[in-house]
């Protein structure tokens, strides 16, 4: 920010950096609206056998706009999808003992003491379907031109 503070002025950059409600809908109670946002992650990941870099990995994650809680993630080697969004959404939705079952066991020299507060923890009973009045669609956005149809997220019921 401090370049095009430079370049444009203080008051011109400050504007392109804020936020506007008409850009963007941001929820007014829990589950009405989830952002989904796809990032590399920027750790080297090393074959075994080879001992040579491999591809990075990628972190799809959905949070709530009311609460900017994270409601689900998906960590793949792929680039981001129609899949990685439909996998994030499938954690959204379910509680998450089965991911900290995977993180034991994929972990098995973590603490026992951190593991037990993972388990406690209060975003183990974070999941829900987004909010659907009358089978309508509920809002999804995501990032980097992923963006699923519309009609893929049609509620049924």
């Known amino acids: ?17 804020e936020l506007s409600e008409s850009e963007f809908p941001h929820g007014d109670f829990a589950l ?8 590399p992650i920027d750790v080297l990941v090393v074959d075994s056998d080879s001992r040579l870099v491999t591809e ?3 972190l799809t994650v959905a949070f709530d706009s009311h609460t900017r809680c994270v409601l689900g993630y998906y960590l793949t080697y792929d680039k981001p999808s129609r899949l990685s969004i439909a996998m ?16 034991r066991i994929a972990f098995p020299s973590l603490e026992e003491q951190k ?3 993972l388990e406690q923890s209060a975003w183990r009973d974070v999941y829900g379907l987004p909010f659907t009045p009358l ?13 699923p149809d519309r009609y893929q997220f049609r509620m049924l019921g």
């Open 135 to 147: 089978h309508s669609y509920f809002s999804v956005h995501c990032s980097q031109g992923v963006t």
């Open 88 to 103: 994030t959404l499938d954690n959204c939705v379910h509680d998450k003992s089965q991911s900290l079952e995977k993180v």
């Open 56 to 58: 990075r990995p990628y």
């Open 115 to 117: 593991f037990v507060q």
């Open 32 to 39: 009405q609206s989830v952002q989904i946002d796809h990032t």
């Open 1 to 17: 920010m401090e370049k095009k503070i430079r370049r444009i002025g203080k008051r011109n950059a400050e504007k392109d950096f």
